[in-house]
């Protein structure tokens, strides 16, 4: 018997249209995370600033782990995007955690101390694997 093709048209459609969604999402969560942190990421991460780098890759990571949950777990587009954009919310609050109980956070990964930039991506990826966890069927 011939043997149906995994990829489909359908099935590559839905590939691009939740990809696109969840980068989406991604995009404005990064956005949103730039726009409550004290310092500029983008600038310091241009400037050679490791621990802005660290601290932002971890952000990065720790917000597409839960997309991916949200997306696999998902009934739909509109459930998924409700749930990454939940994940992405929990991720800011979780920055903001980060930086009450680590006075000077912000300041020192502008200063590229790297232990602010690795303790600030650590929060991010330990809170994105949480946030994963709890994203169940």
Request: proline share 4%.
């Amino acid at each position: 018997p011939p043997m149906t093709p995994v990829m489909t048209t359908s099935s590559f459609l839905a590939f691009l249209t939740y990809f696109g969604s969840g980068l989406l999402v991604l995009l404005a969560a990064v956005v949103v995370v730039a726009l409550v942190t004290p310092h500029r990421e983008f600038t310091l991460i241009r400037q050679g600033n490791t621990a802005a780098a660290t601290a932002f890759a971890g952000t990065l990571v720790g917000i597409a782990i839960p997309l991916q949950a949200a997306i696999r777990h998902s009934v739909n587009l509109a459930d998924a995007v409700l749930w990454g954009a939940t994940a992405a919310a929990v991720q800011v609050v979780a920055y903001l955690v980060a930086r009450a109980v680590v006075r000077g956070l912000s300041r020192q990964i502008t200063d590229n101390v790297q232990a602010a930039g690795i303790f600030a991506a650590g929060v991010s990826i330990a809170v994105g694997l949480l946030n994963a966890a709890a994203m169940t069927p």
